[in-house]
């Protein structure tokens, strides 16, 4: 079997590939343009990348013989992994090599804000001796805040512990079990550690709800000379605002990994301010975690390609083609189903129940429970999110994830059914497939009977059962030029209570959402993206 390797990987994993006689190893020497690189696709098995080559439809039409693609680190943007799937080939990454390697990073930069190391080094290689200048704080007896509790902001919490300093969270997944178990004060909200936090360091996924949140308005709810730091995502903090409050000594400094933009460019006005220490990407730049992500990558392609075993796959590894083709809209069903009620529940949500009825009973469960728990956590784990990681996901938040299959006899000959439960509330929704075609549809939502066609916009509210309300919603749909595609209505009994869905052509604007929460007969008005 043939296994070609485009991108530099640690040499113990390249050995640890040339040492099974049955594989014929290639190492690429440099980058390879897309042209070049499909005729030496061409015989490959296995095709091992980093973040530099990419896998695309090309490729991988011009490699009738690939099986797998391994990525040598977490993600795998430069892979089409959708086509990948469609032609059985396995995608897989490395989702832990380089855990530790960012939590080691983030606590030195966090030393090195606090004592000021960076800046009284070049002082000394500038030959002084300020010794009064570069006067700095304890840690011990300090609060660290860490927004985002995943795997490197529970790492960088225990390091923080073992220096005597108190931890606050702020993470609206992390489930309170799991906050006791790793002995941090969780917030239930951000402000709350915004207010007490003497160092604030992000760990949170880059997403449409972190994007710019470490902005100025959360400057001017910490203590003043508060310390940040950011090794997660380029653009949770906003750079100009991050800028602005260090020159007003509101905040005491800052210490960076990433960017907005990377590199950063020459005149990036953070760059000469001396209470800002930065490097270049460096979260998983260390020996340990390049030669963590090349073993395991090398191991878990020779696992697939000798044993058939499947380790750390990010799509479906498990299903031949044909069987692929028979779960597939299933899989588009629970990613629907999950993400739907990723946007609807509440955030803090301590067990998911997966209901399978009817033919769905006979179907592979695990690979369409990652489905759901994908769309469910894209909320929080953002892009990171993906099949592979979801259910160590789920554990690290003390989301416990259930599945039962029932016999429970429906309208519906094959049905799922997601159940979301935060404390005693719960909050709901399940599907069917529809005709030859293999339709998705959500048949039910707050266990209220729907028809809704999982795509783009919805707009759900619950509303008084008026006449004219449909009148009403299309109009105000109308002045601000928002086209109706499809909707639902449901009604508990004639003038009582009603659940209204919307599917839309585009995302409401805020000024309609206002305008009709003003309506005292219109309540729960939610607008979710599928």
């Not at 030496?40 to 530099?52: D, H, T, W």
């Not at 760059?271 to 979260?283: E, Y």
């Not at 159940?419 to 293999?438: H, P, R």
């Amino acid at each position: 079997m043939n296994v070609l390797v485009c991108d530099p990987i640690s040499p113990k994993g390249i050995a640890l590939l040339q040492k099974r006689p049955e594989f014929t190893v290639t190492v690429l020497k440099q980058k390879t343009p897309e042209a070049e690189l499909l005729p030496l696709v061409k015989e490959a098995n296995a095709i091992v990348v980093r973040s530099e080559t990419k896998i695309t439809k090309k490729v991988i039409e011009a490699a009738p013989n690939l099986k797998v693609v391994g990525r040598a680190g977490v993600g795998v943007d430069n892979v089409d992994v959708d086509f990948a799937t469609e032609h059985g080939i396995v995608v897989m990454n490395t989702p832990s090599g380089n855990t530790i390697s960012t939590a080691e990073l983030t606590f030195s930069m966090l030393m090195s804000l606090a004592r000021k190391i960076p800046q009284a080094n070049m002082s000394m290689k500038a030959g002084l001796w300020n010794r009064k200048e570069f006067s700095g704080t304890e840690l011990h007896g300090k609060t660290l805040g860490i927004l985002g509790m995943g795997r490197i902001g529970s790492e960088v919490a225990k390091r923080a512990l073992a220096f005597g300093m108190h931890v606050l969270a702020y993470d609206p997944y992390l489930s309170l079990a799991r906050a006791k178990a790793l002995q941090v004060d969780l917030k239930e909200k951000v402000e709350e550690v915004y207010h007490d936090a003497d160092f604030v360091t992000v760990h949170m996924p880059s997403t449409q709800e972190t994007k710019g949140m470490v902005n100025a308005a959360a400057f001017a709810k910490m203590k003043k000379g508060v310390r940040i730091l950011n090794c997660a995502r380029g653009g949770i903090v906003n750079e100009a605002d991050l800028y602005a409050a260090i020159k007003s000594g509101q905040v005491g400094g800052a210490a960076l990994d990433v960017y907005e933009v990377e590199p950063p460019p020459a005149q990036f006005q953070l760059r000469d301010l001396p209470q800002v220490i930065m490097t270049p990407h460096l979260g998983a730049s260390t020996a340990e975690a390049q030669e963590n992500v090349g073993i395991e990558v090398a191991e878990a392609i020779t696992d697939f390609l000798l044993q058939g075993v499947v380790r750390n796959a990010v799509n479906l590894p498990n299903l031949d083609a044909q069987s692929y083709q028979t779960v597939r809209p299933y899989l588009v069903l629970g990613e629907k189903l999950g993400r739907l009620l990723g946007q609807i529940s509440p955030k803090r949500c301590d067990r998911l129940v997966i209901t399978y009825g009817g033919k769905v009973t006979q179907m592979p469960s695990d690979p369409i429970s990652r489905y759901v728990l994908k769309g469910f956590l894209e909320q929080a784990g953002g892009r990171e999110v993906n099949q592979v990681n979801v259910r160590s996901m789920a554990h690290g938040l003390g989301l416990v994830v259930e599945e039962i299959k029932s016999n429970e006899a429906t309208d519906f000959n094959e049905w799922l059914h997601v159940a979301v439960y935060s404390g005693d509330q719960k909050t709901s929704a399940g599907g069917s497939i529809f005709g030859g075609k293999s339709l998705p549809r959500i048949v039910r939502l707050y266990s209220q009977p729907v028809e809704i066609v999982p795509e783009g916009v919805l707009f759900i509210l619950t509303n008084k059962d008026r006449p004219g309300i449909v009148g009403y919603l299309g109009t105000l749909m109308a002045k601000y030029h928002v086209n109706i595609a499809n909707m639902s209505l449901n009604r508990d009994a004639e003038g009582g209570e009603a659940l209204t869905i919307l599917n839309l052509d585009s995302v409401p604007p805020t000024a309609l959402i206002e305008e009709i929460q003003k309506d005292p007969d219109i309540r729960n008005v939610r607008v979710v993206k599928l």
